[in-house]
């Protein structure tokens, strides 16, 4: 059995004085999803009057409900989206927006414009002594190349996870090993209306295919349905537990895959403890950085590469809006441009872009206009778009005839109004 020399300082969590890593001004970035650190998180936000004004940039979501309104005393917030709890600091109006595509964020920490001074990672180590990134890999990896400090929370709760990019040792200064239970992120039962999308959703699924599907009901509503297909592919940015039902079926073989065959890829995983058992250890799973996961070139090669997104609005011309509800950013742009451009460059790809017809207040999400004038997506993009009442099929159709086919899937009563609001301002379509 190999053991690894040269191990990282461990430091005492009662020890622990963030004074001595960060500097006033600094930028730190932590794991993301439920590999956060808590517990480092949290001696950091006890100690930031200590340390002065220092800006954190999130690339993703949280769940824990650490990071609050009120650390805006000290902290500046930089994050790509309002997803979790990050969407509190965001309805609180003290975190600035960065608009980017979540593959974007390795090149710009790379590159320098994006400066990441610290690093604060979960990991995982095994009885060889080797560590891994858990249950979240993202762009940790390129910014604990860059940065000046990398400390990390060794939890042996964690889930010891395969990666394509293996943990450098040699870059981490300080570890804190702690003994807790992951943060869980259950999902609630899909409603009858996730039912029926999910049911159109999944009758577009190919045999052979590579999916890209997120989290939450409706998600895991068409992995159920996807458990009667055969030798799909699986490569997402986040997997829940329903993928675990969804392997165990054998519709999961990764066996038609150039790349990474026999193996399903994912960038992190929310869910609950049955999820983490299945991922620790599991050779034919691995957690991967964005570098890979939403790499256009890696995407590009994935056979029949089927993208299932969601979206808070989808205008009658094929504009997606999947950000900002009325004035209130309450969504993010993620990796929702990354999969859709990825399905499209596929051989047989198809992006799906998949959500109710109204919202659970009666607001029709089919319309005329994007609300806030925000788009996510371009309509040069748009492919599949399926509510509960069908799909329409919008790549290389004239907006007259895309029209007519959102107008054929939004909710009947919104029907006749979406009509005559397109005769008044759609342009194209008569």
């Known amino acids: 059995m190999t053991t690894f020399a040269g191990k990282p300082r461990t430091v005492e969590f009662f020890e622990l004085d963030f004074t001595r890593f960060v500097r006033r001004g600094d930028t730190v970035l932590w794991t993301q999803g439920v590999g956060e650190p808590l517990p480092l998180i949290e001696r950091l936000l006890e100690?930031?009057?200590?340390?002065?004004?220092?800006?954190?940039?999130?690339?993703?979501?949280?769940?824990?409900?650490?990071?609050?309104?009120?650390?805006?005393?000290?902290?500046?917030?930089?994050?790509?989206?309002?997803?979790?709890?990050?969407?509190?600091?965001?309805?609180?109006?003290?975190?600035?927006?960065?608009?980017?595509?979540?593959?974007?964020?390795?090149?710009?920490?790379?590159?320098?414009?994006?400066?990441?001074?610290?690093?604060?990672?979960?990991?995982?180590?095994?009885?060889?002594?080797?560590?891994?990134?858990?249950?979240?890999?993202?762009?940790?990896?390129?910014?604990?190349?860059?940065?000046?400090?990398?400390?990390?929370?060794?939890?042996?709760?964690?889930?010891?996870?395969?990666?394509?990019?293996?943990?450098?040792?040699?870059?981490?200064?300080?570890?804190?090993?702690?003994?807790?239970?992951?943060?869980?992120?259950?999902?609630?039962?899909?409603?009858?209306?996730?039912?029926?999308?999910?049911?159109?959703?999944?009758?577009?699924?190919?045999?052979?295919?590579?999916?890209?599907?997120?989290?939450?009901?409706?998600?895991?509503?068409?992995?159920r349905l996807l458990a009667a297909k055969r030798d799909l592919g699986l490569h997402s940015g986040v997997i829940g537990d329903a993928v675990v039902d969804l392997v165990g079926s054998g519709a999961v073989t990764n066996a038609l895959k150039p790349i990474d065959r026999g193996v399903s890829v994912t960038g992190g995983l929310i869910g609950t403890r049955r999820l983490f058992d299945f991922a620790h250890g599991n050779e034919r799973l691995r957690v991967d950085p964005v570098t890979h996961t939403h790499d256009q070139a890696v995407l590009a090669r994935l056979p029949r590469f089927t993208a299932i997104n969601s979206a808070l609005e989808v205008d009658l011309t094929g504009q997606v809006a999947a950000e900002v509800a009325g004035t209130a950013y309450v969504g993010t742009i993620g990796g929702q441009g990354d999969f859709v451009r990825g399905a499209l460059s596929s051989e047989g790809g198809r992006s799906i872009i998949a959500l109710p017809s109204r919202t659970g207040r009666g607001r029709a999400r089919i319309v005329s206009r994007i609300e806030s004038g925000v788009v996510t997506t371009a309509r040069a993009d748009a492919d599949l778009v399926v509510t509960e009442y069908g799909v329409a099929r919008l790549r290389g159709r004239p907006i007259g005839e895309r029209v007519r086919r959102l107008i054929g899937i939004a909710h009947p009563e919104d029907r006749e109004a979406l009509h005559r609001q397109a005769l008044d301002q759609v342009a194209g379509y008569r």
Request: glycine share 8%; net charge negative.
């Open 47 to 223: 100690q930031r009057h200590d340390i002065g004004g220092f800006t954190v940039l999130f690339g993703g979501a949280g769940y824990a409900d650490v990071v609050r309104p009120e650390h805006a005393d000290v902290i500046s917030f930089l994050t790509p989206g309002a997803v979790g709890s990050n969407r509190a600091l965001c309805a609180a109006g003290v975190a600035d927006i960065l608009p980017c595509h979540l593959s974007d964020l390795p090149r710009l920490i790379a590159s320098g414009v994006l400066t990441v001074d610290v690093v604060i990672a979960q990991l995982a180590e095994n009885e060889r002594g080797r560590f891994s990134l858990g249950p979240a890999s993202g762009y940790v990896t390129a910014a604990a190349e860059r940065a000046r400090t990398v400390l990390a929370e060794v939890n042996d709760q964690a889930p010891w996870t395969h990666s394509r990019h293996p943990v450098d040792r040699e870059r981490i200064d300080a570890v804190v090993r702690t003994s807790r239970p992951l943060v869980e992120v259950p999902s609630r039962p899909p409603s009858p209306t996730d039912e029926k999308i999910a049911q159109y959703v999944a009758d577009l699924v190919e045999d052979g295919a590579t999916v890209q599907l997120g989290i939450g009901a409706a998600p895991n509503a068409v992995a």
